[in-house]
């Protein structure tokens, strides 16, 4: 099994900055996609940006220009470096990673953006 571990959620200013960290716990992995989901109160979950093997990324309209996902070299730890935060970012952020056609969630971590 593959178990994502986010870390690095947490409270802060409107405006602030946030790095997300998630690595899968069990051992070494290489993934052909990681990604990050959030989803608010009251809300469906969205994607927020994804990168691929090959270092192509997406990001939700809402994000450009304010996220950035990122990966190390081997492939085993993404990043969520989050800039310009508002009160609306606020939610429960989720790590995915796809390995072999399978995907495998975290359990997330909340990031509270005050205004």
């Known amino acids: 099994q593959v178990q994502p571990v986010e870390s690095g959620g947490g409270l802060v200013q409107a405006g602030g900055s946030l790095r997300l960290s998630c690595a899968a716990s069990?051992?070494?992995?290489?993934?052909?996609?990681m990604g990050w989901y959030r989803q608010a109160p009251g809300k469906l979950r969205e994607l927020v940006a994804t990168?691929?093997?090959?270092?192509?990324?997406n990001y939700a309209d809402s994000v450009k220009g304010r996220f950035t996902i990122s990966r190390d070299n081997a492939g085993n730890t993404v990043y969520l470096q989050m800039s310009s935060l508002k009160p609306e970012d606020t939610a429960v952020y989720y790590c995915?990673?796809?390995?072999?056609?399978?995907?495998?969630w975290g359990k997330g971590t909340q990031v509270t953006v005050s205004s």
């Open positions: 990168i691929s093997s090959g270092s192509s990324t």
């Open positions: 995915t990673l796809r390995q072999y056609g399978m995907d495998y």
């Open positions: 069990g051992g070494i992995f290489s993934f052909s996609v």
